[in-house]
């Protein structure tokens, strides 16, 4: 067995964040494995010679100033598929929904990383789909996975499933990350067989992965939200060691909106 250390980090533009991922991908913090998510470049433009030059591999897909996930890895990858491969997207949603769902093989070891749509307003169609998106995502689970297996779900899920999860919850109430409904298309997801191993090991208060750019210094006010998540089956769970998150990234200088949040594993 050996520790294994596992990410997920929107990068809301990987060309715009390269400074700050080389400041994190050659601390002594640096992950193993690390999933992308808003990475909003295309594949000839995605810079896989920067990661491949701090010995990374690098799977990814992604569409001009949209979307885009990428897993990064100092382990190769065994097999990987985009998409949530149901046959049920939209014509005009079927290249966005490749560029936000990757899942990734490493030996008996896999990991799921999704950009959950964010859903824009309660009464937008693409709030509907969105929750429809979660359903969709556990149809995946059910259809390649058991809750016996090494599976890890990872990436910007959209979604703060509880009041620890925000800052001022009671003014969220509406928000398409906050709503009842999407906190229970989340629920519903999680009672497949999941267990939320960010929580596990932070219980507490103020834990957060997302700091609005808009909010004035909402970095230092701590003014947040967790959206970001590290969630995985019982077995992962009981592998799991520690979880924390990389808050000096988002005090960079041009840093994304959120910031990486890590897990590690013995396995």
């Known amino acids: 067995m050996s520790l294994v250390k596992i990410g997920t980090f929107n990068v809301n533009s990987v060309k715009t964040r390269l400074p700050v991922l080389e400041s994190f ?9 690390l999933c992308l998510q808003e990475t909003k470049c295309r594949d000839e433009e995605f810079p896989r010679e920067f990661f491949e030059n701090l010995g990374y591999y690098c799977l990814f897909r992604g569409m001009k100033s949209y979307n885009g996930v990428a897993v990064i890895s100092k382990i190769e990858p ?3 598929s985009f998409g949530l491969g149901d046959g049920q997207a939209e014509p005009e949603r079927e290249e966005s929904e490749q560029c936000r769902v990757v899942l990734v093989r490493f030996g008996e070891l896999n990991i799921l990383n ?14 509907a789909y969105k929750l429809k998106f ?23 899920l959209n979604v703060a499933p509880t009041d620890l ?13 906050f709503h009842s ?55 992962m769970a009981e592998a799991s060691r520690k979880v924390w998150v990389e808050r000096s990234l988002r005090a960079m200088e041009r840093p994304s909106d959120h910031t990486a949040v890590v897990g590690s594993f013995e396995i």
């Open 78 to 80: 065994d097999e990987a």
């Open 114 to 127: 999704t950009y959950i749509p964010q859903g824009k307003e309660i009464d937008n169609p693409d709030y």
């Open 25 to 33: 991908l050659t601390s002594e913090r640096a992950p193993d494995i």
């Open 165 to 177: 999860d925000v800052a001022n919850p009671k003014n969220k109430t509406n928000h398409v990350c």
């Open 181 to 235: 409904d999407v906190k229970k298309a989340f629920t519903d997801v999680m009672s497949w067989g999941f267990v939320d191993i960010f929580r596990k090991h932070l219980p507490g208060e103020g834990e957060y992965s997302f700091w609005d750019y808009r909010i004035k210094d909402s970095l230092s006010r701590n003014i947040g939200w967790r959206i970001d998540h590290i969630i995985g089956t019982q077995l």
């Open 134 to 156: 979660f359903q969709r995502v556990r149809g995946l689970f059910e259809r390649k996975f058991t809750p016996k297996d090494k599976l890890l779900w990872l990436g910007d």
